[in-house]
């Protein structure tokens, strides 16, 4: 698969105003990690889609180069962040890896199969965890992890330790985890919650009226 290559420069300020104007020509600020202290950078938001597409929601490895060197480094995307109102991408947080050491990613989980559950008795998948911490070199970072619920009963629950993980890949989430489980019919639930056919809810009954009580001497002069 051809390594993908971004392209970043270096940037002077820092802070609302730096950042404004670096967003008006056309780049949003970016923050390298990995070396002897972050080092404030720009890139264009436009490398960085075009960079991450058909790999929403995967750690992507890529080649990222300062502008007018040749000296590439290997690196990951850390975090982005966008604006809540526009949906434009205003920060990028890069981390420089080592090809030769382990690093912990986040990686999405891919369910597959039919669950007996749901095509035998209509049940309905719930997908509880939808992605698992996983520690690998960064060439074996997957793009996802197979869940297969295809042997989940009703009330039956995939876990992490079921999980087929690539070799050289060790997922760090607690083995008895609960990844997706099997829910029973909608119609079996309010089944469960109403009255039998022919049976007659309880009438809950009336209160008590209590009469207003008479006062002592005018009962007295009712009954001479």
Same mark, same amino acid.
């Given at each position: 698969?051809?390594?993908?290559?971004?392209?970043?420069?270096?940037?002077?300020?820092?802070?609302?105003?730096?950042?404004?104007?670096?967003?008006?020509?056309?780049?949003?600020?970016?923050?390298?990690?990995?070396?002897?202290?972050?080092?404030?950078?720009?890139?264009?938001?436009?490398?960085?889609?075009?960079?991450?597409?058909?790999?929403?929601?995967?750690?992507?490895?890529?080649?990222?180069?300062?502008?007018?060197?040749?000296?590439?480094?290997?690196?990951?995307?850390?975090?982005?962040?966008?604006?809540?109102?526009?949906?434009?991408?205003?920060?990028?947080?890069?981390?420089?890896?080592?090809?030769?050491?382990?690093?912990?990613?986040?990686?999405?989980?891919?369910?597959?199969?039919?669950?007996?559950? *749901?095509?035998?008795?209509?049940?309905?998948?719930?997908?509880?965890?939808?992605?698992?911490?996983?520690?690998?070199?960064?060439?074996?970072?997957?793009?996802?992890?197979?869940?297969? *619920?295809?042997?989940?009963?009703?009330?039956?629950?995939?876990?992490?330790?079921?999980?087929?993980?690539?070799?050289?890949?060790?997922?760090?989430?607690?083995?008895?985890?609960?990844?997706?489980?099997?829910?029973?019919?909608?119609?079996?639930?309010?089944?469960?919650?109403?009255?039998?056919?022919?049976? *007659?809810?309880?009438?809950?009954?009336?209160?008590?009226?209590?009469?207003?009580?008479?006062?002592?001497?005018?009962?007295?002069?009712?009954?001479?």
């Amino acid at each position: 698969m051809e390594m993908r290559e971004l392209t970043i420069r270096k940037r002077d300020g820092v802070g609302k105003g730096p950042a404004g104007r670096l967003r008006r020509a056309g780049q949003v600020p970016a923050t390298l990690y990995g070396g002897a202290s972050p080092v404030n950078v720009a890139v264009a938001p436009k490398d960085v889609l075009r960079l991450i597409h058909g790999h929403e929601g995967s750690t992507q490895l890529f080649r990222v180069t300062f502008e007018g060197t040749t000296d590439a480094k290997m690196a990951i995307i850390r975090d982005m962040q966008f604006d809540p109102v526009s949906e434009s991408l205003i920060h990028v947080d890069l981390q420089e890896v080592a090809m030769d050491k382990p690093i912990q990613v986040a990686v999405p989980l891919r369910h597959v199969g039919e669950a007996r559950g *749901v095509k035998d008795v209509g049940g309905i998948l719930e997908m509880i965890l939808r992605e698992v911490q996983v520690s690998c070199l960064p060439a074996a970072i997957p793009n996802s992890i197979t869940a297969d *619920v295809s042997e989940l009963g009703i009330h039956d629950v995939l876990t992490v330790r079921d999980l087929a993980v690539p070799e050289g890949v060790r997922i760090l989430n607690d083995p008895g985890q609960a990844v997706a489980t099997v829910a029973p019919p909608a119609v079996e639930e309010a089944a469960a919650v109403t009255p039998a056919a022919g049976t *007659v809810a309880a009438t809950p009954a009336e209160p008590e009226v209590l009469t207003e009580r008479k006062p002592k001497d005018e009962a007295d002069e009712k009954k001479k």
